[in-house]
Every structure is written in C-alpha cells, then in structure tokens.
Nanobody
C-alpha cells in the first residue's frame, strides 16, 4: 500500500515563503513523475509544477517564484514557494506517478495542504 503525506502549508504574508513536502511510503520500485497541483475556491485545479528524471515544468503564474525538487532516496518531492502572492492561496496537493509492488504507472494523491497568503 502506497501512502503520500504532505506537510508545510500554512498562513504567510505576501512576499513570504513556504516549503511544501510530500513523502511517499510503501513498496515503491520507482517514481516516474512528481507533480504539485493547487485548487482555489471556485476555481479549477491547476498544475503548478512537475518534475521527472529529465525535466521540470512550471505554470506561467509561478515561474521564477516556485521551485520543485525531489529526493529520490526519500521518495519525497518538495515545492519551495517564494515571493508568495494572495492569488497563490489554495489547497496544494501532490501527485506521484509511480511503480509499486501492486501497480505499475499508477497515480497517487496526497491529502492536500492549505496555503493562505494574506496580510
């Protein structure tokens, strides 16, 4: 059984920083892709950033401010968020596509963590 646990959300003032973490546990053979999504109230879910062995990609709205990274040894993906704006307020969720003992190439989701940017 694969589980994803997120941490790092909270309340921050505009211009501040937060670092989100998403750690996967279980019988994992390898991770194909790691992604961070966010969903604000009344809006559709948005892909914020993704990382594979060969590339990273960002939504235009966060380029230059957010950085996605991974620690393969810990099966963990991070999202460093700098210069936060009120419009970054949302529930952030991690998504991992991975190969495990039970499934190959399956998507798993974290529980979501609230990020609120407000003065």
């Amino acid at each position: 059984q694969v589980q994803l646990v997120e941490s790092g959300g909270g309340l921050v003032q505009p211009g501040g920083s937060l670092r989100l973490s998403c750690a996967a546990s279980g019988s994992i053979f390898s991770i194909n892709a790691m992604r961070w999504y966010r969903q604000a109230p009344g809006k559709q879910r948005e892909l914020v950033a993704s990382i594979t062995d060969s590339s990273t990609n960002y939504a235009d709205s966060v380029k230059g401010r957010f950085t996605i990274s991974r620690d393969n040894a810990k099966n963990t993906v991070y999202l460093q968020m700098n210069s936060l704006k009120p419009e970054d307020t949302a529930v952030y969720s991690c998504n991992l596509n991975l190969n495990s003992r039970a499934n190959w190439g399956r998507d798993y989701w974290g529980q979501g963590t609230q990020v609120t940017v407000s003065s």
